[in-house]
């Protein structure tokens, strides 16, 4: 079924798995796998707020009002692109593409989460994989950014087997307590010399216009 909003259209499929538009009906299929609670495991992933630090029911709620605030404040000038990640027609986690000033600078950043039932088995590297696809080979974007707090391997592992370079150092706070971030960056020409043949967008050329790209 088409949706009248374009970017809840928009769909990334891989070999493994497919990046679909976070739609409602999407989010509740989730709504389980938030409630049973995604920070499980030392050393926490996530920096300060987050509603996965939160308690149930106030855990689920703050989860979809930031998506549905993040929906409602996309202009040209800032933008997020919220993806429900599905692996055998099974939503497994999200995978979310954020941008500032696109149309000048044509920098992106990548954020996501899995089912701790889902780690360990590739998915995070394929679904950064295809979220880079939609950012270069469907917008057009010039560089794409990434960090993580520097003890959180898995996903500076993604990171690294990307091409990405280390791209320094800053601080944020994680329950309340200063932590060392490890910045990324990916340029387009690093990118171009991996490119995967195998990964096939639709729904983009509709959702260009809202996100004020000519």
């Known amino acids: 079924m088409a949706h009248?909003?374009?970017p809840l259209n928009v769909e990334i499929r891989t070999p493994r798995l497919t990046l679909a538009g976070a739609t409602d009906?999407?989010?509740e299929r989730l709504?389980?796998?938030v409630r049973a609670g995604i920070a499980d495991v030392e050393p926490l992933p996530f920096d300060d707020p987050i509603s996965f630090y939160a308690d149930s029911p106030e855990r689920e709620w703050q989860w979809l009002q930031s998506i549905w605030r993040g929906r409602g404040r996309v202009t040209p000038d800032a933008?997020?692109?919220y993806f429900a990640v599905l692996v055998d027609g099974e939503a497994v986690g999200m995978q979310d593409l954020t941008a500032s000033?696109?149309?000048?600078?044509g920098t992106v950043s990548t954020s996501s989460w899995l089912a701790p039932g889902s780690r360990g088995r590739g998915l995070g590297t394929e679904m950064r994989a295809a979220i880079l696809h939609l950012a270069f080979a469907g917008l057009g974007a010039r560089e794409a950014g990434s960090d993580a707090f520097v003890d959180n391997e898995a996903s500076n592992r993604v990171s690294r087997g990307l091409g990405y370079e280390p791209n320094g150092t800053d601080w944020d706070t994680r329950r309340g307590?200063?932590?060392?971030?490890?910045q990324w960056r990916l340029t387009r020409e690093t990118w171009e010399r991996t490119r995967r043949d195998d990964i096939h967008l639709s729904g983009v050329r509709e959702c260009l216009p809202v996100?004020?790209?000519g």
């Open 31 to 33: 709504v389980p796998v």
């Open 211 to 213: 996100l004020g790209i």
């Open 177 to 182: 307590e200063a932590a060392r971030i490890q």
């Open 101 to 105: 000033n696109f149309t000048r600078f």
């Open 25 to 27: 009906e999407l989010l």
């Open 79 to 81: 933008w997020r692109l």
């Open 4 to 6: 009248t909003y374009p």
